[in-house]
């Protein structure tokens, strides 16, 4: 069982520049709810800890998880604050968009139960954001490592998803000191590290020393058409996975893919690298669609892209 907390929510797409854009897309979204939904379709089960409004879209994105396998009974419905929403352009790059916070903001700690059958807990940047929902993020990681669950940490973080308009540095090297797995992009690690002029390749090794530095023992950068790099002790030294990509049509939910395929493959008891080339299978296949609402199965796994 995974166990994922963090935002759920709506994603509006356009093909359109935003100052132009007339007609939008309506997905349902939310990285930790993607990550949740590929699992489930791949056979291993999920939970998701997370809040949304008590409106049409809160109540469609939980009956769409639910449908999907994933155990939504710990998703918690706010009276005061709609359901957050993500503006998005589509791109065949990393995705631009921007944000209208909602119920995400609130989350609370649920009941212990949560934990039964838990092995991994996947934390996305959202919690992170605002000062209310970190202070409940600690106290979800304390119990957590009370149950021994080892914990991952997607550091999607931007500086427009924080309350100050800025990432709080503090706050995230604190959830990577406790970290086993991250999956940061190129564009995640340039956000939290500082952009460098280095090639892709330099680039990796660097923001991959970073990670490993503040204490995360498994990392994998990925880096769009430049394919993924794999670092942890079992791999010796830095390991690249070119990209599985043939057709790309947008970008949305490609890195939530990877992640399932990473999961399903710790999961099945394969070493982190080779956990990582399922991630990047899952991910060309996300690749050719518009949105992250995709379905999968374990056929993709075993297919030439």
Known sequence: MVLFVGELLADLITEDKFENA???????????????????????????????????????????LKRCGVDVKHVQFDKYFGTSLVFVQKT???????????????????????????????ISCWPLSFEVSFKQLRKIVEHAKMHGIEISFDPNCRDKLFDCKRIVLDRVKEVLSFSSYSKPSLDDATAIFGEVNYSVEESAKFYIEQFHEHGVKHVVLTAGKYGAFVSSAESNGIVHIPSDAKTVVDSTGAGDGFWAGIYYGILSGKNFVNACKLGSKIAAYILGFTGADVTINKKILEEEL
């Open 22 to 64: 007339e007609n939008y897309l309506l997905r349902i979204g939310g990285s930790p709810g993607n990550i949740a939904k590929y699992l489930s379709q791949l056979g291993i089960p999920t939970r998701i800890l997370s809040r949304v409004g008590e409106d049409i879209i809160g109540y469609k994105i939980v009956s769409s």
């Open 92 to 122: 065949q790059e990393s995705p631009d968009f921007f944000v209208i916070r909602g119920a995400d903001r609130f989350l609370n700690f649920s009941t212990e139960d949560i934990f039964d059958d838990v092995k991994l807990m996947h």
